[in-house]
Nanobody, 119 residues
Framework: QVQLVESGGGLVQAGGSLRLSCAAS????????MGWYRQAPGKQRELVAS???????NYADSVKDRFTISRDNAKNTVYLQMNSLKPEDTAVYYC?????????????WGQGTLVTVSS
């Protein structure tokens, strides 16, 4: 059983910063891709940023130059440093992991953490 546990969400004023963390645990051989998604009320879930095992990153245009994704492969953990936050960044943020385990190549999602940015 593989679990992803997110932490670090909360309430912050516009212009502030937050750092999200997501730790994967369980029967994992290797985690290939890790990513952060978000879903605002009434909107579809969207990709925020992703990172490969080797460190190659991809960002949504709306967060480029403000957010930074990183990972610690030894800890199976992915981070999202969010700076210069805007009210439109308010959403539930979910992490995901594509990994190899005893059952093959699978994908798992975290339970989500709420980020609220006040104006």
């Amino acid at each position: 059983q593989v679990q992803l546990v997110e932490s670090g969400g909360g309430l912050v004023q516009a212009g502030g910063s937050l750092r999200l963390s997501c730790a994967a645990s369980g029967s994992i051989f290797s985690i290939e891709r890790m990513g952060w998604y978000r879903q605002a009320p009434g909107k579809q879930r969207e990709l925020v940023a992703s990172i490969s095992y080797s460190g190659r990153t991809n960002y949504a245009d709306s967060v480029k130059d403000r957010f930074t994704i990183s990972r610690d492969n030894a800890k199976n953990t992915v981070y999202l440093q969010m700076n210069s936050l805007k009210p439109e960044d308010t959403a539930v943020y979910y992490c995901s992991a594509d990994f190899f385990g005893p059952s093959g190549y699978l994908e798992r999602w975290g339970q989500g953490t709420l980020v609220t940015v006040s104006s």
